[in-house]
């Protein structure tokens, strides 16, 4: 039997918890991070993204791209608690939840505690749990490995989930540069 590995990365994560919190920034470009001229953004918001800003960008740079970008300072606290009630979720599912950072993790499912037998429901299932529980969306990869599995999880982003199966395997990451 194929391992059934699940990679959850949340959608913006700060970024998103921030237009959360505060309903005036929903819809518009933020970054959190320093605004300053050696200040570096920790994420961007997807509004903030089509124009080309990205976590680990310059803030000046950001502003350059970006014209009228908030700034917004980090709530890291804010941040980890949000972060716990994923993580409350995913145990729901499975002890075998390997933290990446606060916005994302693999969990392995093939024997998992609610007695599911196909991963992409499990997957489908969480993301919809953690929307109820946070207002925030979560995208997912499923594969039989972890590297595939992070991969499938950027395919349909944001807020989407896609497969890379045994059978289609590195042919999946053809495509690819």
Not at 34 to 45: H, I, K, N
Not at 74 to 96: C, G, H, K, N
């Amino acid at each position: 039997m194929s391992r059934k590995i699940i990679h959850i990365d949340m959608d913006a994560f700060y970024a998103s918890v921030e237009q959360r919190d505060n309903p005036a920034l929903r819809g518009l470009a933020i970054a959190v991070g320093g605004s300053g001229a050696r200040g570096v953004l920790t994420t961007a918001s997807y509004e903030a993204r089509k124009f080309g800003v990205h976590s680990a960008m310059p803030s000046v740079t950001a502003a350059r791209k970006c014209p009228g970008l908030i700034f917004v300072k980090p709530r890291f606290e804010v941040y980890r608690a949000v972060s716990q009630q994923i993580r409350d979720i995913f145990y729901d599912y499975t002890p075998l939840v390997e933290p990446l950072s606060l916005d994302e993790a693999y969990l392995d499912v093939t024997k998992n505690l609610k007695g599911m037998e196909i991963a992409t429901e499990i997957a489908t299932e969480i993301r919809a749990r953690i929307l109820a529980v946070t207002g925030l969306t979560a995208s997912a990869g499923i594969s039989y490995n972890k590297f595939l599995a992070k991969i499938a999880s950027d395919l349909n982003k944001p807020n989407g989930q896609a497969v890379i199966a045994p059978k289609n395997g590195l042919h999946s990451l053809s495509g690819f540069p």
